[in-house]
């Protein structure tokens, strides 16, 4: 059982940023953020190999987001620049202790509570 606490979000002016972190309770495979807007579904935002370092991104925040990594503190960190109104939603910290895909909803072992980001125009 992992355990995953976020914090970081907010309520913001749209071409602001925010950080959002997220700490495991222990090892993990990997690493990712989801995201779900109200009435929409559940989807993925960016996520990081532990050991390769490689992320991924959604096309709808590359070149805004960036997600990096502590392994040492098994921390995980979602910059987000020029944010936009289209970016508030409910932001999921989510990880798997054996090899998968932090991309994949369906593969994700554990999830953190959310924390709520906002950007009003």
């Known amino acids: 059982q992992v355990q995953l606490v976020e914090s970081g979000g907010g309520s913001v002016q749209a071409g602001e940023s925010l950080r959002l972190s997220c700490v495991a309770s222990?090892?993990?495979?990997?690493m990712g953020w989801f995201r779900q807007a109200p009435g929409k579904e559940r989807e993925t935002v960016a996520r990081?190999?532990?050991?390769?370092?490689?992320?991924r991104y959604a096309d709808s925040v590359k070149g805004r987001f960036t997600v990096s990594q502590d392994s040492a503190k098994n921390m995980l960190y979602l910059q987000m620049n020029s944010l936009q109104p289209e970016d508030t939603a409910m932001y999921y910290c989510?990880?798997?202790?054996?090899?998968?895909?932090?991309?994949?909803?369906?593969?994700?072992?554990?999830w953190g509570q959310g924390t709520m980001v906002t950007v009003s125009s």
């Open positions: 989510a990880v798997r202790v054996g090899s998968g895909n932090c991309g994949i909803s369906s593969d994700i072992e554990f």
């Open positions: 222990g090892y993990t495979y990997c």
């Open positions: 990081i190999h532990r050991n390769s370092g490689i992320t």
